[in-house]
């Protein structure tokens, strides 16, 4: 079950790797210091809403097990409509949301129109984007794991075609590929949504559109969702705050730390991959009271992930320096990029664990867990091991990033073990 949402989310990175390539063979840093702001950015804003995709999983996988068909159609029109009145939103609200997003990043002068001119046009996105997180949601809830695959490969598909036609064909930068990432998201959306009408035939009964209205039904949503919006917030701004710095350290750096998040990308996707079967079948099985499969998923799949971590790292030492080059042309960046390379060759090593256990809290709503232990680990690790560390300069920020995944590791892991020494999960 893990191979289709894995290959899904490697495929997630496509669109900065692509975005990254085109713009990085330009001949200058610029533009493409700009699209890792504005990339950061949207990471940042779009994924403080990533609890349209985690709530929905977890949510779901347990109306499944319990085979309650029509809480699974309630969950899916809620959280797409959810998404799109959000996305409707921060368009509306634009301009403070960029001009903060903007100030916060602190961009060079020859790199600020750039950046701008991005975020501009990529916000146009944010209602197809977060529709988009709901239905993979549903889709991993549901045990359908080759839905996000399909329609990540259509977005992807669509943008680097898009990506090249915009800077090659009609002379644009930044902003034709900020333009060609908008369009791919819709696209991809409205693939989506075909492929969750189909779906849906496959379940009993049906749900009146006036179930939308009833705000009552959204009380699930909207507490499974504030734990995970703030555990959610701070891991991002963890990225913003990495983004931030490296910009501080010239265009270099920045542009450096932008390629080698590609990796992390990479790392993070390809090994919830693993984790979004967990959250499916844990929340199955959860929603069952079935104690004795619950574990076993937990266990096999954490057998096939600590394989799958240990192939990126032989990946990563043995294609590291040529991933670069075809990423960027700038011989300064990659200069700098294969200076800090050995952090991210460890990575999937310390990141396994934290993904997995994710699955797990995430299959079982215990998302009030996952947001303590995450305030612990950005207040009480990340930022004291940056300030320690800042005489490392760049290497200070990579610390601080593998500080963070052994924290968050750890912590997780004690909950875990509370919750099946006291029996939280399979009491009642």
């Known amino acids: 079950m893990a191979w289709p949402p894995m290959v899904s989310n490697i495929t997630t990175p496509l669109l900065g790797l692509v975005d990254t390539a085109v713009v990085g063979h330009l001949g200058t840093a610029t533009y493409l210091g700009a699209v890792a702001i504005g990339a950061s950015i949207f990471s940042f804003l779009f994924w403080a809403f990533g609890f349209l995709r985690m709530g929905s999983t977890g949510l779901t996988a347990q109306a499944l097990g319990q085979e309650d068909y029509r809480r699974v159609r309630e969950l899916l029109l809620q959280s797409i409509l959810m998404g799109l009145v959000i996305g409707l939103i921060l368009i509306l609200f634009r301009g403070p949301i960029l001009d903060l997003a903007l100030h916060l990043m602190s961009p060079s002068a020859e790199v600020a129109p750039w950046a701008k001119s991005y975020s501009e046009i990529r916000i146009y996105s944010a209602p197809a984007v977060l529709a988009g997180y709901a239905l993979m949601g549903w889709f991993f809830g549901v045990q359908y794991s080759k839905g996000p695959l399909w329609m990540l490969l259509v977005i992807n598909l669509v943008n680097m075609v898009l990506d090249y036609f915009a800077v090659y064909g009609l002379g644009m930068a930044s902003d034709g590929v900020a ?38 039904e959204y009380v699930a949503l909207v507490r499974v969702n504030r734990y995970l919006f703030v555990r959610t917030i701070l891991l991002l701004l963890v990225m913003l705050f990495f983004t931030s710095q490296g910009a501080r350290q010239g265009d270099a750096i920045l542009a450096a730390n932008a390629v080698l998040l590609i990796f992390l990308m990479i790392i993070s996707n390809a090994l919830d991959g693993f984790a979004f079967s967990v959250e499916a079948l844990c929340g199955e099985y959860y929603g069952r009271k079935d104690k004795t499969n619950f574990q076993k998923v937990i266990r096999l799949s954490t057998y096939w992930a600590l394989l799958a971590a240990l192939v990126l790292m032989f990946i990563f030492w043995l294609f590291g320096d040529h991933i670069i080059h075809l990423l960027t042309s700038v011989e300064s960046v990659r200069a700098e990029a294969k200076l800090y390379l050995p952090w991210l060759i460890t990575f999937p090593l310390l ?78």
Request: with cysteine; net charge positive; charged share 10%.
């Open 179 to 216: 333009w060609a990432t908008v369009i791919a998201h819709y696209v991809g959306v409205v693939f989506a949504l075909f492929l969750a009408w189909r779906k849906l035939q496959t379940f009993d009964g049906h749900v009146p559109l006036s179930a939308l209205i009833k705000w009552r």
């Open 351 to 428: 990141g396994i664990w934290s993904f997995m256990l994710d699955g797990v809290f995430i299959g079982t709503t215990s998302v009030k867990q996952m947001q303590n232990t995450m305030i612990l680990c950005v207040l009480g690790v990340f930022f004291p091991v940056w300030f320690i560390s800042q005489g490392l300069g760049n290497h200070g920020l990579w610390l601080s990033q593998a500080a963070l995944f052994i924290a968050r590791a750890l912590t997780l892991y004690i909950c875990y073990r509370q919750n099946l020494r006291k029996d939280v999960w399979f009491s009642n």
